[in-house]
């Protein structure tokens, strides 16, 4: 559902906080107009839902229920119509034609890459790798939602410009409302987005309806202006949840698409499984399959390995799921969380994080199982986010502890290897407790062999950095925790590691946001 305007903060003290910087007010008035004569100089669309195609399919590009605000005198204020028109009085508070110059300007944060950069995943214009965090400069003047990345593709959700705007107009004139914490729980609360994406595109998996490589994002146009709320990307195919609804895209051949064949699509297409139920809330592309949650359930397809304990959790061995198909494993149970890598899946599921598919369970080598591990594994406290690599997790509790257990082979789980491992390639079966000198950790990511962790004001990163994607400037693998220096001072608000490369965004030193 789109987000209700009055309803956002109620009962939530930041929430509220949030109402105020966007001078939401309580003056709402029901008017006919066409929408068309509203000015992007004085409204913003907040929130829309998916509208309906004559055929009844929905269609990810119209709305039907919109809400503008707009700006008039003071304070913005809502206008809306029964039938979805609208009208506004003129506003006498002008906003800028730009959003990052002139008398109401503000500086939004920064995207960083570095690692392997195949096909230009990193999108820097080019295909070298970059052992240090760079600025993606081709989106220096977005405001981004959310990112992922799988290694050869990348894919970016920003906010709609027409929305960016009178959001550097409200900051700027409510400067004691300026703490960087907040923008990432802003940009959710604003429904209307962009996809871009960029790098390998061979099969189709960046969305532009064609197999080009792009070095530099470029908008996914079928995707433009709609409700994204997920997206995920094994490299070589892509989910993306819009409002509800999921659409796929990329290579199929495995049938990963769930869309009843072995096509591969070059364009968003709808998953007609969930189009009746209207209620799939996370998905994970990986591998030669996908994983969907839905009604707190969870569905999977593509081609399974080892029954249930393969990483699509369904019975059938050495079959091939070209539909979305109910994952009876977990009937019993209410996903909340869900990751998948290449032959490992992870979901979390009444407070127990479930891992099947091959890992290193009992032993170095990796197997094909099944294994839950509850509070108790976590001193008690229960899980508040994962990350899954090739083959080893990492996990963040809701008092803030840090926990990894899976292969070491590259320093992946943060720990040094002692005299009684006997070699780098030490395993873990069970969680390992990891600290961050002087910090607390807000945020943790995982890629195939590394690891990142964020306490907001400093990122930490280890294991594997054969291509730089720890940021240190170098090749050279790291078994403990090592700040990324060249990002000190940076307010860190989101950290996503790719495969072998590793997204950040973040506000820079010199910011006035940062203050």
């Not at 707190?296 to 198909?325: R, W």
């Not at 607390?440 to 004001?457: F, R, V």
């Not at 950290?495 to 950040?504: K, P």
Request: aromatic fraction near 8%.
């Amino acid at each position: 559902m789109p987000w209700a305007p009055h309803e956002a903060g109620v009962g939530r003290k930041k929430d509220r906080k949030v109402d105020r910087i966007l001078g939401l007010c309580e003056d709402t008035s029901f008017e006919s107009s066409d929408c068309d004569s509203i000015s992007s100089r004085n409204a913003l669309l907040l929130g829309a839902s998916s509208d309906n195609d004559d055929d009844g399919s929905p269609s990810p590009s119209n709305s039907q229920s919109k809400v503008l605000l707009t700006l008039t005198g003071k304070r913005p204020s809502f206008r809306t119509t029964a039938s979805g028109s609208y009208t506004t009085n003129s506003a006498r508070t002008s906003i800028s034609s730009t959003y990052f110059g002139g008398a109401h300007s503000v500086i939004v944060p920064l995207v960083y890459s570095f690692g392997r950069n195949i096909a230009g995943g990193l999108g820097h214009g080019h295909t070298k790798s970059c052992l240090l965090p760079t600025p993606v400069q081709a989106l220096r003047n977005c405001l981004v939602a959310t990112l992922t990345a799988g290694g050869s593709a990348s894919l970016v959700v920003t906010v709609d410009t027409l929305e960016l705007r009178l959001f550097a107009l409200c900051m700027t004139k409510k400067r004691r409302y300026t703490e960087p914490a907040l923008l990432l729980q802003i940009a959710s609360y604003m429904s209307v987005r962009n996809l871009l994406s960029f790098g390998y595109g061979e099969y189709g998996q960046l969305g532009h309806g064609d197999v080009q490589t792009h070095t530099l994002p470029k908008s996914v146009s079928s995707l433009h202006r709609t409700c994204i709320t997920k997206v995920s990307t094994s490299g070589e195919h892509t989910a993306v949840v819009v409002n509800g609804w999921v659409y796929t895209f990329g290579l199929g051949e495995d049938g990963q698409l769930g869309h009843g064949n072995l096509a591969s699509r070059t364009e968003p297409t709808l998953v007609t499984t969930f189009e009746t139920m209207h209620n799939v809330t996370h998905v994970a592309a990986a591998g030669k399959h996908t994983l969907f949650v839905a009604g707190s359930q969870l569905y999977a397809c593509g081609m399974s390995q080892s029954g249930t304990n393969g990483p699509l959790g369904l019975p059938e061995p050495d079959f091939t799921y070209t539909s979305p198909t109910h994952v009876p494993l977990f009937e019993s149970n209410t996903v909340t969380d869900l990751a998948s890598s290449l032959d490992v899946s992870a979901v979390l599921a009444d407070d127990e994080l479930c891992i099947f598919g091959s890992f290193p369970y009992n032993g170095t080598t990796t197997e094909p199982g099944f294994e839950k591990w509850g509070k108790d594994s976590f001193d008690g406290s229960r899980i508040q986010s994962f990350g899954l690599g090739d083959a080893h997790i990492v996990v963040l509790t809701e008092h803030k502890n840090v926990y990894t257990f899976g292969r070491n082979h590259h320093g992946q789980l943060g720990i040094q290897p002692t005299a009684q491992d006997g070699t780098a390639a030490a395993t873990r079966c069970t969680p390992i407790k990891i600290t961050l000198p002087n910090a607390i950790c807000k945020q943790i990511s995982a890629g195939l062999y590394h690891t990142a962790l964020s306490s907001g004001d400093s990122l930490h990163t280890f294991g594997g950095g054969g291509f730089g994607q720890l940021g240190h400037g170098s090749q050279a693998d790291n078994f403990t925790s090592s700040e990324v220096t060249s990002l000190s001072g940076h307010h860190i608000i989101e950290v996503v590691c790719g495969g072998n490369n590793t997204f950040v965004l973040a506000t820079v030193p010199d910011d006035p946001m940062a203050a």
